[in-house]
Protein backbone atom coordinates (compact mmCIF):
# COMPACT_ATOMS: atom_id res chain seq x y z
CA UNK A 1 0.00 0.00 0.00
CA UNK A 2 1.43 3.51 -0.77
CA UNK A 3 2.52 5.41 2.39
CA UNK A 4 0.35 7.91 3.60
CA UNK A 5 2.63 11.61 2.13
CA UNK A 6 3.51 14.06 5.15
CA UNK A 7 1.46 16.49 6.01
CA UNK A 8 2.70 20.18 5.64
CA UNK A 9 3.40 21.31 9.38
CA UNK A 10 3.63 24.23 10.91
CA UNK A 11 4.93 25.06 14.47
CA UNK A 12 3.18 27.20 17.14
CA UNK A 13 6.49 27.98 18.24
CA UNK A 14 7.17 30.00 15.34
CA UNK A 15 4.52 32.05 14.98
CA UNK A 16 4.83 33.32 18.48
CA UNK A 17 8.67 34.22 18.28
CA UNK A 18 7.09 36.18 15.00
CA UNK A 19 4.74 38.17 17.48
CA UNK A 20 7.38 39.10 19.77
CA UNK A 21 9.33 39.92 16.71
CA UNK A 22 6.92 43.00 15.84
CA UNK A 23 5.83 44.02 19.37
CA UNK A 24 9.66 44.80 19.21
CA UNK A 25 9.12 46.60 16.10
CA UNK A 26 6.77 48.63 17.14
CA UNK A 27 8.51 49.70 20.87
CA UNK A 28 11.04 50.95 18.47
CA UNK A 29 8.94 52.94 16.34
CA UNK A 30 6.73 54.45 19.13
CA UNK A 31 10.15 55.23 20.65
CA UNK A 32 11.26 57.04 17.34
CA UNK A 33 7.82 59.31 17.40
CA UNK A 34 7.82 58.77 13.45
CA UNK A 35 4.45 58.85 11.90
CA UNK A 36 5.75 58.06 8.24
CA UNK A 37 7.32 54.74 10.35
CA UNK A 38 4.27 54.40 12.14
CA UNK A 39 2.24 54.26 9.26
CA UNK A 40 4.13 52.03 7.79
CA UNK A 41 4.59 49.61 10.87
CA UNK A 42 0.59 50.18 11.22
CA UNK A 43 0.03 48.65 7.73
CA UNK A 44 2.75 45.89 8.25
CA UNK A 45 0.80 44.73 11.13
CA UNK A 46 -2.93 44.23 9.49
CA UNK A 47 -1.02 42.39 6.65
CA UNK A 48 0.62 39.99 9.12
CA UNK A 49 -2.59 40.02 11.18
CA UNK A 50 -4.37 38.82 8.24
CA UNK A 51 -1.25 36.36 7.63
CA UNK A 52 -1.90 34.99 11.07
CA UNK A 53 -5.52 34.18 10.75
CA UNK A 54 -4.84 32.44 7.58
CA UNK A 55 -2.07 30.35 9.52
CA UNK A 56 -4.46 29.62 12.61
CA UNK A 57 -7.04 28.20 9.91
CA UNK A 58 -4.63 26.12 8.49
CA UNK A 59 -3.08 24.49 11.29
CA UNK A 60 -6.77 23.65 12.82
CA UNK A 61 -7.75 22.24 9.14
CA UNK A 62 -4.35 20.03 9.71
CA UNK A 63 -5.21 18.94 13.20
CA UNK A 64 -8.50 17.92 11.79
CA UNK A 65 -6.83 15.68 8.73
CA UNK A 66 -4.48 14.37 10.98
CA UNK A 67 -7.36 12.94 13.29
CA UNK A 68 -8.98 11.35 10.12
CA UNK A 69 -6.14 10.03 9.18
CA UNK A 70 -5.53 8.47 12.55
CA UNK A 71 -9.12 6.85 12.23
CA UNK A 72 -8.26 5.67 8.64
CA UNK A 73 -5.71 3.81 9.57
CA UNK A 74 -7.49 2.33 12.68
CA UNK A 75 -9.45 -0.53 11.01
CA UNK A 76 -12.12 -1.32 8.14
CA UNK A 77 -15.06 0.37 10.01
CA UNK A 78 -12.60 3.24 10.89
CA UNK A 79 -11.36 4.11 7.21
CA UNK A 80 -14.89 3.85 6.26
CA UNK A 81 -15.91 6.65 8.19
CA UNK A 82 -12.82 8.85 7.39
CA UNK A 83 -13.68 8.30 3.45
CA UNK A 84 -17.59 9.54 4.33
CA UNK A 85 -16.19 12.66 6.38
CA UNK A 86 -13.76 13.56 3.27
CA UNK A 87 -16.13 12.47 0.56
CA UNK A 88 -19.19 14.79 2.63
CA UNK A 89 -16.35 17.79 2.83
CA UNK A 90 -16.05 17.76 -1.28
CA UNK A 91 -12.83 18.17 -3.43
CA UNK A 92 -12.12 21.93 -3.02
CA UNK A 93 -9.55 21.36 -0.39
CA UNK A 94 -6.19 19.71 -2.08
CA UNK A 95 -5.05 17.58 1.05
CA UNK A 96 -8.71 16.47 1.61
CA UNK A 97 -8.46 14.41 -1.86
CA UNK A 98 -4.59 13.47 -1.29
CA UNK A 99 -5.89 11.95 2.41
CA UNK A 100 -9.09 10.29 0.72
CA UNK A 101 -6.59 9.03 -1.94
CA UNK A 102 -4.37 7.54 0.55
CA UNK A 103 -7.48 6.23 2.34
CA UNK A 104 -8.68 4.47 -1.22
CA UNK A 105 -5.15 3.15 -1.75
CA UNK A 106 -5.61 0.46 0.59
CA UNK A 107 -8.18 -1.46 -0.68
CA UNK A 108 -8.60 -0.27 -4.65
CA UNK A 109 -5.29 1.65 -6.14
CA UNK A 110 -6.82 2.47 -9.29
CA UNK A 111 -10.02 4.27 -7.16
CA UNK A 112 -7.77 6.38 -5.29
CA UNK A 113 -5.28 7.38 -8.78
CA UNK A 114 -8.89 8.38 -10.10
CA UNK A 115 -9.02 10.83 -7.48
CA UNK A 116 -5.53 11.96 -7.11
CA UNK A 117 -6.27 12.79 -10.96
CA UNK A 118 -8.80 15.36 -9.56
CA UNK A 119 -5.78 17.60 -8.14
CA UNK A 120 -4.09 20.97 -9.60
CA UNK A 121 -0.81 19.91 -8.22
CA UNK A 122 -0.81 23.95 -8.58
CA UNK A 123 -3.03 23.90 -5.36
CA UNK A 124 -1.11 21.51 -3.43
CA UNK A 125 0.77 23.25 -0.63
CA UNK A 126 4.56 23.66 -1.17
CA UNK A 127 6.04 21.48 1.55
CA UNK A 128 3.35 18.80 0.96
CA UNK A 129 4.13 18.96 -2.66
CA UNK A 130 6.70 16.05 -3.46
CA UNK A 131 4.51 13.58 -1.11
CA UNK A 132 1.69 14.37 -3.45
CA UNK A 133 3.88 13.55 -6.68
CA UNK A 134 5.44 9.96 -4.98
CA UNK A 135 1.64 8.84 -3.87
CA UNK A 136 0.50 9.37 -7.27
CA UNK A 137 3.84 7.71 -8.87
CA UNK A 138 3.55 4.87 -6.67
CA UNK A 139 0.23 4.37 -8.09
CA UNK A 140 1.21 4.84 -11.86
CA UNK A 141 4.00 2.11 -11.25
CA UNK A 142 1.47 -0.57 -10.23
CA UNK A 143 -0.29 0.09 -13.03
CA UNK A 144 2.68 0.08 -15.36
CA UNK A 145 2.43 3.67 -16.03
CA UNK A 146 5.94 4.28 -16.52
CA UNK A 147 6.17 7.48 -18.79
CA UNK A 148 3.44 9.19 -16.07
CA UNK A 149 5.61 8.02 -13.87
CA UNK A 150 8.48 9.65 -14.67
CA UNK A 151 6.76 12.91 -15.75
CA UNK A 152 6.26 13.32 -11.61
CA UNK A 153 9.64 11.42 -10.74
CA UNK A 154 11.13 14.29 -12.70
CA UNK A 155 10.09 17.33 -9.95
CA UNK A 156 10.67 14.98 -6.99
CA UNK A 157 14.04 15.79 -4.59
CA UNK A 158 13.93 13.01 -2.10
CA UNK A 159 17.17 14.29 -0.71
CA UNK A 160 14.91 17.81 0.71
CA UNK A 161 12.31 15.67 2.38
CA UNK A 162 13.01 15.64 6.19
CA UNK A 163 11.52 13.14 7.33
CA UNK A 164 13.46 9.60 7.04
CA UNK A 165 10.23 7.61 6.41
CA UNK A 166 8.86 9.93 3.24
CA UNK A 167 12.50 10.55 2.15
CA UNK A 168 13.05 6.75 2.00
CA UNK A 169 9.58 6.23 0.13
CA UNK A 170 10.30 9.39 -2.19
CA UNK A 171 13.68 7.66 -3.24
CA UNK A 172 12.41 4.52 -3.39
CA UNK A 173 9.42 5.79 -5.87
CA UNK A 174 11.91 7.94 -7.77
CA UNK A 175 14.68 4.95 -7.96
CA UNK A 176 12.16 2.39 -9.40
CA UNK A 177 10.99 4.31 -12.07
CA UNK A 178 14.52 5.23 -13.29
CA UNK A 179 15.55 1.48 -12.52
CA UNK A 180 12.55 0.61 -15.25
CA UNK A 181 13.01 3.35 -17.74
CA UNK A 182 16.59 2.36 -18.49
CA UNK A 183 18.18 4.97 -15.76
CA UNK A 184 19.71 2.16 -13.94
CA UNK A 185 22.65 4.19 -12.93
CA UNK A 186 21.13 7.15 -11.54
CA UNK A 187 18.91 4.72 -9.26
CA UNK A 188 21.95 2.45 -8.07
CA UNK A 189 23.10 5.76 -7.17
CA UNK A 190 20.26 6.84 -5.38
CA UNK A 191 20.03 3.65 -3.39
CA UNK A 192 23.73 3.95 -2.46
CA UNK A 193 22.69 6.84 -0.09
CA UNK A 194 19.00 5.90 1.00
CA UNK A 195 19.45 2.13 0.98
CA UNK A 196 17.33 -0.51 2.43
CA UNK A 197 20.03 -1.99 4.24
CA UNK A 198 20.52 1.59 6.68
CA UNK A 199 18.03 0.99 9.63
CA UNK A 200 17.03 4.77 9.53
CA UNK A 201 15.20 3.78 6.71
CA UNK A 202 13.51 0.81 8.73
CA UNK A 203 10.01 2.47 7.62
CA UNK A 204 10.67 2.15 3.97
CA UNK A 205 12.89 -1.10 3.56
CA UNK A 206 10.44 -3.02 1.18
CA UNK A 207 9.98 -0.62 -1.32
CA UNK A 208 13.34 0.21 -1.26
CA UNK A 209 14.21 -3.62 -1.52
CA UNK A 210 11.73 -3.47 -4.65
CA UNK A 211 13.45 -0.34 -6.23
CA UNK A 212 16.98 -1.93 -5.85
CA UNK A 213 15.94 -5.13 -7.18
CA UNK A 214 14.40 -3.71 -10.42
CA UNK A 215 17.68 -1.77 -10.40
CA UNK A 216 19.75 -5.02 -10.10
CA UNK A 217 18.03 -6.24 -12.77
CA UNK A 218 18.66 -3.76 -15.28
CA UNK A 219 22.07 -4.36 -14.79
CA UNK A 220 21.43 -8.20 -15.53
CA UNK A 221 22.71 -8.75 -11.76
CA UNK A 222 20.57 -11.67 -10.94
CA UNK A 223 22.35 -13.30 -8.10
CA UNK A 224 21.84 -9.81 -6.10
CA UNK A 225 18.08 -9.43 -7.74
CA UNK A 226 17.95 -13.18 -5.80
CA UNK A 227 19.09 -11.92 -2.69
CA UNK A 228 16.28 -9.11 -2.71
CA UNK A 229 13.23 -10.94 -4.21
CA UNK A 230 14.34 -13.21 -0.88
CA UNK A 231 14.51 -10.56 1.42
CA UNK A 232 11.27 -9.49 0.89
CA UNK A 233 9.80 -12.95 0.71
CA UNK A 234 10.80 -12.74 4.72
CA UNK A 235 8.88 -9.93 5.30
CA UNK A 236 5.90 -11.80 3.15
CA UNK A 237 5.63 -13.43 0.42
CA UNK A 238 2.63 -12.10 -0.57
CA UNK A 239 4.44 -9.17 -0.99
CA UNK A 240 6.10 -11.08 -4.52
CA UNK A 241 2.58 -11.73 -6.08
CA UNK A 242 3.35 -7.52 -7.42
CA UNK A 243 5.81 -9.02 -9.46
CA UNK A 244 2.99 -11.42 -11.10
CA UNK A 245 0.42 -9.23 -11.36
CA UNK A 246 0.13 -8.88 -15.18
CA UNK A 247 -1.28 -5.16 -15.09
CA UNK A 248 2.45 -4.11 -13.44
CA UNK A 249 4.36 -5.70 -16.82
CA UNK A 250 7.15 -7.49 -15.33
CA UNK A 251 9.72 -9.00 -17.17
CA UNK A 252 9.20 -12.36 -18.38
CA UNK A 253 12.74 -13.19 -16.43
CA UNK A 254 12.07 -11.22 -13.46
CA UNK A 255 8.58 -12.71 -13.07
CA UNK A 256 10.31 -16.28 -13.17
CA UNK A 257 12.72 -15.26 -10.53
CA UNK A 258 9.97 -13.93 -8.09
CA UNK A 259 8.19 -16.87 -9.02
CA UNK A 260 11.12 -19.36 -7.86
CA UNK A 261 11.40 -17.89 -4.61
CA UNK A 262 7.75 -18.22 -3.98
CA UNK A 263 7.18 -21.22 -4.58
CA UNK A 264 10.61 -22.10 -2.57
CA UNK A 265 8.70 -20.84 0.34
CA UNK A 266 7.52 -23.58 2.70
CA UNK A 267 4.45 -21.90 3.34
CA UNK A 268 3.57 -22.24 -0.90
CA UNK A 269 5.11 -25.77 -0.60
CA UNK A 270 2.34 -26.52 1.55
CA UNK A 271 -0.94 -24.77 -0.29
CA UNK A 272 0.61 -26.31 -3.55
CA UNK A 273 0.51 -29.88 -1.46
CA UNK A 274 -2.78 -29.10 -0.01
CA UNK A 275 -4.12 -27.57 -3.76
CA UNK A 276 -2.27 -31.15 -5.60
CA UNK A 277 -3.70 -33.58 -2.97
CA UNK A 278 -7.43 -31.78 -3.72
CA UNK A 279 -7.05 -32.07 -7.35
CA UNK A 280 -6.23 -35.96 -6.98
CA UNK A 281 -9.72 -35.92 -5.04
CA UNK A 282 -11.26 -34.80 -7.71
CA UNK A 283 -10.66 -30.83 -7.18
CA UNK A 284 -10.06 -28.79 -9.36
CA UNK A 285 -5.93 -28.99 -9.19
CA UNK A 286 -4.19 -26.88 -10.93
CA UNK A 287 -0.87 -25.14 -11.54
CA UNK A 288 1.38 -24.57 -8.13
CA UNK A 289 1.41 -21.03 -7.13
CA UNK A 290 -1.36 -19.98 -9.03
CA UNK A 291 -3.83 -19.31 -5.43
CA UNK A 292 -1.95 -16.83 -4.53
CA UNK A 293 -3.32 -13.45 -4.47
CA UNK A 294 -0.74 -10.84 -6.21
CA UNK A 295 -0.13 -8.16 -2.97
CA UNK A 296 0.18 -4.67 -4.11
CA UNK A 297 2.71 -2.05 -2.23
Request: net charge positive; with cysteine.
Amino acid sequence: MPEMPEMPALKVKNLAIGGAVIVAIWALVIASGSKIAMGVTAALTVALAVAAIWVWRFIMKQQSLMKLAQKGTSGPEGREAALKELAAAGDKDVMNVVLRAQLEAQTDPDLALATLDKIDMKKVPALALDQVRGLKAQLLLLNGRLDDATALCADIQPSKTQDLGARGMLAATVAETWARTGRAKEAREMLSTISPDDTAYAQSRVPLLFARVFANFAETKHGLVKKDLTAIAKENVNLLGRFLDPRFKTAPELMRLAQDIVMADPEMQKMARKMGGAGGAGGSGGRPGTAMRPTRR
